[in-house]
């Protein structure tokens, strides 16, 4: 157990609709990293948040957007959703910069969108 | 543009023998390199990292070797076994962009009983 915590697990949706995935980071740590991985791919990273701001940005669709809280739980928001966005979507987080690059995963969030 | 790439889709290894994992990059601004394992229905778990001042980094059955005039980087996993059956990803992280991790498209690591 990682100590990071997503919801939903799994999701099932339609084209066009938006759905808001959910992180909770390990406690104390002040970053969280989103990542997807579609069909046995590499992770793609999409969104950095340290300390409630935005501190760094992949390849991240306009059509997606995320924020952390000042609890520093984070979400991701996935709107407007087509069929490719179906993926696995994994949250991370880390103390800051992270010790030696460690990122510590959560179980992830399967999204398939009809 | 990839730039960090793990070539072999898949491996297969008998118990107790040597497996090797490798991964090329083309960013020389990387600092770290991490190996993370993955399990089915689970997160990555990091497995083992070396900084980019070193060329070998041990860790009990695990080793991963740094070549920077190549910008190759393997895993060795010595002996293997098949509980180490898994999908292994390299990864890199950028000085310059925080500890955003750049990740490799995985192998997929069968070890034979």
């Known amino acids: 157990d990682s100590g990071v915590t997503q919801t939903p697990k799994h999701l099932i949706t339609a084209t066009g609709q938006r759905v808001t995935l959910r992180c909770s980071p390990r406690?104390?740590?002040?970053?969280v990293y989103w990542y997807q991985q579609s069909l046995d791919q590499g992770l793609q990273f999409l969104i950095q948040?340290?300390?409630?701001?935005?501190?760094a940005k992949g390849n991240i669709l306009e059509r997606f957007s995320a924020q952390q809280f000042p609890d520093l739980h984070s979400e991701l928001n996935l709107s407007s959703l087509e069929l490719g966005d179906s993926a696995l979507y994994f949250c991370?987080?880390?103390?800051?910069?992270?010790?030696?690059?460690?990122?510590?995963f959560g179980e992830g969030s399967r999204l398939t969108v009809l | 543009d990839q730039q960090v790439k793990q070539n072999s889709p898949s491996l297969s290894v008998q118990e107790g023998r040597i497996s090797i994992l490798n991964c090329d990059y083309t960013?020389?601004?990387?600092?770290?390199f991490l190996w993370y394992k993955k399990y089915p229905a689970e997160g990555p778990t990091f497995l083992i990292s070396?900084?980019?001042?070193?060329d070998k980094n041990e860790d009990g059955r695990f080793t991963v070797f740094l070549n920077k005039s190549a910008k190759h980087l393997s895993l060795h996993i010595v002996p293997s076994q098949p509980g180490d059956s898994a999908v292994y990803f390299c990864?890199?992280?950028?000085?310059?962009?925080?500890?955003?991790?750049?990740f490799g498209g995985g192998t997929r690591l069968m070890v034979k009983p």
């Open positions: 991370a987080s880390s103390v800051g910069g992270g010790r030696n690059g460690e990122l510590f």
């Open positions: 406690s104390g740590d002040l970053s």
């Open positions: 948040y340290y300390n409630g701001e935005e501190r």
């Open positions: 960013n020389s601004m990387f600092d770290y």
């Open positions: 070396i900084s980019s001042i070193k």
């Open positions: 990864a890199a992280r950028h000085n310059n962009a925080g500890n955003m991790l750049t």
